[in-house]
């Protein structure tokens, strides 16, 4: 099946400081990947839908400013988290679909931790 | 307002046997459903998916079920391996779009 991939995996990160995470996929174009977030024992929580070539479009409550999200081409999005806080320590997760109502799949996650 | 829903938060089965997890959703524009196994720390993988035209698709061990008129689907795995102790969700695709909205998950545990 196709291949997403994620990097980092893991990163630790002072509070304050800003975190990118990359999200490729790796044998198909992508011009939509998803963002998510998993807190413990909780189901993936969609932040946000990355748009190549254009803004992207946040969930209700998602702070814009705060998880920065750019699509600059059709295998790479990047969410950084800015301004990094103790309470966005969690597990982000990025998925991509060549079309729609087709499997998404998904990266390998990174797990965040601010401390 | 959660529009997939799985009421399970674990189930647990005997190896070999049947495990049926269940999932509900209550949007009818919803059209294509999909199962994902998740493992800690790991992003999920797909299962096996399900068009609305359909009321049952089938891939080895796996069989997903759906019922239209209930707004319900089920996963059957048979027989049921220790490898399959994870967390299952059950996603949801509604219209053209890529969104997926995901159930909660079940936490299946199949015991030697």
């Known amino acids: 099946g196709a291949v997403v991939s994620q990097h980092p995996s893991r990163v630790i990160c002072k509070s304050g400081t800003s975190v990118k995470i990359e999200c490729r996929s790796l044998?198909?174009?992508?011009?939509?990947m998803f963002w998510y977030r998993q807190f413990p024992k909780q189901s993936l929580m969609l932040m946000a839908t990355?748009?190549?070539?254009?803004?992207?479009?946040?969930e209700q409550g998602v702070e814009k400013d705060k998880f920065l999200i750019n699509h600059a081409s059709l295998t790479l999005s990047t969410l950084t988290v800015t301004s990094a806080h103790p309470e966005d320590s969690s597990f982000y997760i990025c998925?991509?679909?060549?079309?729609?109502?087709?499997?998404?799949?998904f990266g390998q996650g990174t797990r965040l931790t601010v401390v | 307002d959660q529009q997939v829903k799985q009421n399970s938060p674990s189930l647990s089965v005997q190896e070999g046997r049947i495990s049926i997890l269940n999932c509900d959703y209550t949007?009818?524009?919803?059209?294509?459903f999909l199962w994902y196994k998740k493992y800690p720390a790991e992003g999920p993988t797909f299962l096996i998916s399900?068009?609305?035209?359909?009321d049952k698709n089938e891939d080895g061990r796996f069989t997903v079920f759906l019922n239209k008129s209930a707004k319900h689907l089920s996963l059957h795995i048979v027989p049921s391996q220790p490898g399959d102790s994870a967390v299952y969700f059950c996603?949801?695709?509604?219209?053209?779009?890529?969104?997926?909205?995901f159930g909660k998950g079940t936490l299946l545990t199949v015991n030697p």
């Open positions: 044998d198909f174009q992508a011009t939509t």
């Open positions: 996603a949801a695709y509604g219209g053209s779009n890529y969104k997926l909205t």
């Open positions: 949007n009818s524009m919803f059209d294509y």
């Open positions: 990355s748009n190549e070539g254009s803004k992207a479009t946040y």
């Open positions: 998925s991509a679909s060549w079309a729609p109502n087709t499997e998404a799949f």
């Open positions: 399900i068009s609305s035209i359909k």
